[in-house]
């Protein structure tokens, strides 16, 4: 269902309106296509807390936006020795990257405000700004404090930066292992994720040949693809290369026969809740499988007092015993190869609860619990990262049946006062699924344009 109020507010007597009576102003976001895959402006590279990120200035230059400025007005650096073109007057820049990586004390946190507080609202409508910090150093309180600060700052400025510009906390060590993660957060693939802290680890990096075809000659899974998220999901993934084997329920197979059709895949009809359906999987795949995607889930919303037990086990087998299963199945068999990606849905009535769903929240909560449980684990034994999208109100046939004052809430309780879509759950799935992922594991994504519920 098309968002009226997004389109009102576009015009000029909705501009109008919504400034004399102080209501939300979202803006139309720019999200990826094939006509425009990057932002048109360029990036202002700064740094606060003294020494940037060894190899940073050359990943940032890898993105394929123009670095106007190298942070020489905070960190002393020389501009031409990076090759950064300075920036114009008048440039208008599309994102801003701060390298506070070495903020330890509330001194260097100054450099913070110093930093952003003249440019933060020169960034271009529907632009990003990404703070880069340090994990937590045990040895030093001081700097653990300091670091936490940088996440309510991240988050308080992505809920005031306003005009469809997203702010997004990014904690790693080593840049060259971040480049995909940039590269998502930095482009129009990354619209309704703002508010959002990543931690990159040190897993192995494996750089495609093609950045523009990553999953090239490897095979994906999506369960629940036939249609809404899931079928997203699945174009998404053949877009980059992946042969796509398009699961979901027999009642299902004609859609998910249509859809493999036309992304040169396959489909594979199969009750995910079956006993044997990871044997069963396998059998469908024995050259093996290089992306799993968790995406099939159903709701039975109703408040627990009135909530009947069926209700009740329908949802957690679905959502996440049957996860559970299909999981373990395939990891033991091998079926899942080396450096492979699963990546399961969640959601942020898991993360923040939500009347009527108790069902459901137990469901996605415990989709996080398991994320964060194995990840370590199968990157140790399998050299596989397990990781989660946590969606928040996405436009589709079951949101459109919710009536409109609950719609219009949802849609509007974020910091991009709108819906996100299918397309952008399916583009964090895509960065989680990228080969050159492996450092980013055991993390839950939200992607809900900022909710203003829960974390």
């Known amino acids: 269902m098309a968002d009226r109020y997004l389109t009102f507010t576009g015009t ?18 720019v999200r990826w296509s094939a006509e425009r895959p990057s932002f048109e402006g360029g990036l202002l590279h700064l740094t606060a807390g003294g020494k940037g990120l060894p190899g940073l200035e050359e990943v940032l230059a890898r993105t394929g936006l123009p670095v106007l400025d190298s942070g020489a007005a905070v960190s002393g650096a020389d501009p031409a020795a990076s090759g950064a073109v300075p920036a114009a007057s008048d440039a208008v820049p599309s994102a801003v990257v701060l390298d506070a990586t070495a903020v330890r004390d509330v001194e260097t946190l100054a450099e913070v405000h110093a930093a952003l507080h ?15 910090g340090a994990p937590p150093d045990p040895a030093d309180h001081h700097q653990v404090a300091a670091q936490q600060a940088l996440e309510g700052f991240t988050r308080s400025l992505g809920k005031e930066i306003g005009r469809g510009r ?3 906390l990014l904690r790693l060590t080593d840049a060259d292992a971040a480049e995909s993660t940039l590269r998502f957060l930095l482009s129009p693939k990354s619209a309704y994720v703002s508010g959002q802290v990543v931690h990159v680890g040190d897993g192995p990096v494996i750089a495609p040949d093609d950045w523009a075809r990553p999953l090239a000659g490897r095979t994906a899974l999506v369960t629940g693809a036939a249609r809404g998220i899931g079928a997203a999901v699945a174009e998404t993934l053949a877009r980059d290369g992946a042969r796509v084997v398009v699961l979901d329920v027999p009642s299902a197979r004609k859609d998910a026969e249509r859809l493999a059709a036309r992304l040169g895949g396959s489909a594979l009809a199969l009750d995910i809740t079956a006993a044997d359906a990871g044997e069963r999987i396998a059998g469908a795949l024995p050259d093996g499988l290089d992306v799993l995607v968790h995406n099939a889930g159903v709701t039975r919303d109703r408040r627990l007092v009135n909530m009947p037990a069926e209700r009740w086990s ?7 015993a049957s996860v559970l299963r299909t999981t373990d199945a395939l990891l033991a068999r091998g079926t899942l190869r080396e450096g492979g990606r699963i990546v399961a849905t969640a959601s942020i009535a898991g993360l923040a609860g939500n009347a009527g769903q108790t069902n459901y929240a137990a469901s996605k909560a415990g989709v996080a619990g398991l994320v964060r449980a194995l990840a370590p684990h199968a990157l140790d034994g399998h050299g596989v ?7 928040g109100f996405i436009e589709t046939r079951m949101t459109a049946a919710v009536p409109f004052l609950i719609r219009e809430a949802g849609r509007r309780m974020n910091s991009l006062a709108q819906g996100g879509l299918p397309a952008d759950v399916a583009e964090t799935t895509a960065w989680l699924a990228h080969p050159a992922s492996g450092a980013v594991n055991g993390q839950v994504v939200r992607v809900c344009g900022q909710s203003l519920l829960g974390a």
């Open 12 to 29: 000029a007597p909705g501009r109008f309106l919504t400034r004399r009576l102080g209501l939300p102003r979202p803006a139309a976001l």
């Open 118 to 132: 003249p440019v933060v609202g020169s960034v271009a409508t529907s632009g990003r700004v990404v703070v880069l």
């Open 166 to 168: 997203t702010v997004n």
């Open 385 to 391: 990262t397990v990781n989660a999208v946590a969606p």
């Open 314 to 320: 329908s949802v957690l087998e679905v959502n996440l």
